[in-house]
Nanobody, 120 residues
Framework: QLQASGGGLVQAGGSLRLSCAAS????????MGWFRQAPGKEREFVGF???????YYADSVKGRFTISRDNAKNTVYLQMNSLKPEDTAVYYC????????????????WGQGTQVTVSS
């Protein structure tokens, strides 16, 4: 089970840190992804962290967002800096099953989502 939190309302240029807490003792084995979905749009890849801590990002967030994980706390984080109004969306964390990590269909488990709203 995944539980995302940390969303909220922030002004453009501000920062937020999202957390995704996982239950279960096998969390450290899972690669984790972050996705987002804006109203009327498809779910979009944001970033990914391997079980070993390697990270990959969508071009739209590269240099502004950072993913990290704390396996002792069963938690993965998404630090978002220099936020823009176009970052407004519901953000989801997910645990990778198999396949291309940029595709939502590759993920087996999803959190419930947390709303991020960036005002201009």
């Amino acid at each position: 089970q995944l539980q995302a939190s940390g969303g909220g309302l922030v002004q453009a240029g501000g920062s937020l840190r999202l957390s995704c807490a996982a239950s279960g003792r096998t969390f450290s084995r899972y690669a984790m992804g972050w996705f987002r979905q804006a109203p009327g749009k498809e779910r979009e890849f944001v970033g990914f962290i391997t079980s070993g801590g390697g990270t990959y990002y969508a071009d739209s967030v590269k240099g502004r967002f950072t993913i990290s994980r704390d396996n002792a706390k069963n938690t993965v984080y998404l630090q978002m800096n220099s936020l823009k109004p176009e970052d407004t969306a519901v953000y989801y964390c997910a645990a990778l099953g198999s396949g291309n990590f940029r595709r939502a269909t590759s993920y087996d488990y999803w959190g419930q989502g947390t709303q991020v709203t960036v005002s201009s």
